[in-house]
């Protein structure tokens, strides 16, 4: 692989970074490529990238540092890197500046969320329009993992400029294929085996929207006591999580597993996947979950229709319709008989095949 260096925000579990790890294992050769990380913080995957073998560097970029700039700038002419890709949407406007002035001919800039992630103050949204004119201006290639992402952030873009291309998210099925029953991962999580488990993967986030499924399981809670709910993923298992769960009464039938490494005997364990999302890139986990071969109810935010097969499209919800989720829920539990319409294994397979996609990501970053 030719010099590549690519942006992260952070080595924390996250979309980006997890995609990007996927990434640089699914490569047969590592050579040449080095991750700059914007923050200095070694997060949660840092062993796992430690074992890649890449080279790293601890660098941040600044919103308006100059001299933070000086340095990338210097570093991408001395390293003559052939590709920069930045994962940092709009904020990677002025990593394709900085590229083009250091002489480096493939600037590639990758959206992964869909929508701003910031407080809208009247400077916060001009410098993110200024930013986002840059990477129109200066990245050579515009890439995203949905078509939504694109629409946001470039509606005024051309629809023949061929610099921008949707990549969906790669995932190996054969991760999901395994010889544990469902019991046994029960057991290995330590949850109850006598009791149908509505499960949802996903840091501790407003846009995740768990005040939702909080009030989903105390509505079920109030019509069965066979129904629990299960948490994973960064913040989870937090003091301030703890206590929203003891405040709306629902302690008793919440496990609240925080961050967790082996997603496919996680997955495995639960009954129903249950993903009332308020804003998405092309959610990982959502992906997963199918792949899985788990039943899905999911919001109705267009990244989510877009993720999902068209046949899906009629049973997603709003992701505020507590009382809807409840009703999904509460149909499920009652009639098995219709759980092959939330199945949607094969169609995730198709779409989101690691081998295809990552092949496609593969062939931006080697083309100049």
Known sequence: MKKTCFLIPGIDAGGIENYLLRFINFLPEKDGITIIVRSE??????????????????????FINPLKWFKLFRYFRKQQFKTVCDFNGN???????????????NRIAFYRRSSNAFKQTWFNLKYNDLVNWFVFNYATKIL???????????????IRDKRFRVIPNGIDPDMFEMKETKEEARKFFHLP????????????????????????????????????????GKG?????FLGKIKWYGIED??????????????????????????????????????????????SNIPPIKETMPERAHSILI?????????????????????????IFKTEAEMKFNQKTNFTLFLKELSDE
């Open 41 to 62: 913080k070694k997060g949660d995957l840092w062993p796992e990238y430690e074992k890649t073998g890449v080279n790293f560097r601890f660098q941040g970029v600044g």
């Open 91 to 105: 904020f990677a406007g002025i990593t394709m500046l900085l590229a083009r002035m250091a002489g480096v001919k």
């Open 144 to 158: 995203s993992n949905s078509q939504h992402a694109i629409d946001f952030f470039f509606p005024y873009r051309q």
């Open 193 to 232: 085996t006598n009791r149908f488990i509505v499960g949802h993967v996903g840091r501790y986030d407003p846009a995740k929207n768990h005040e939702t499924i909080f009030k989903v399981a105390q509505k079920l809670k109030q019509e069965n006591q066979n129904i629990n709910f299960l948490f994973a």
């Open 236 to 240: 989870t298992d937090n003091p301030d």
């Open 253 to 298: 039938i919440c496990h609240c597993l925080g961050l967790q490494t082996n997603l496919p005997l996680l997955y495995k364990s639960m009954d129903l996947f249950y993903f009332p999302s308020f804003t998405e890139g092309q959610p990982n986990a959502l992906i997963e979950a199918m792949m899985a071969g788990l039943s899905v109810l999911a």
């Open 318 to 342: 709003n992701p505020l319709d507590s009382d809807l989720a409840a009703l999904s829920i509460m149909k499920l539990f009652k009639n098995q008989s219709v759980e092959g319409e939330l």
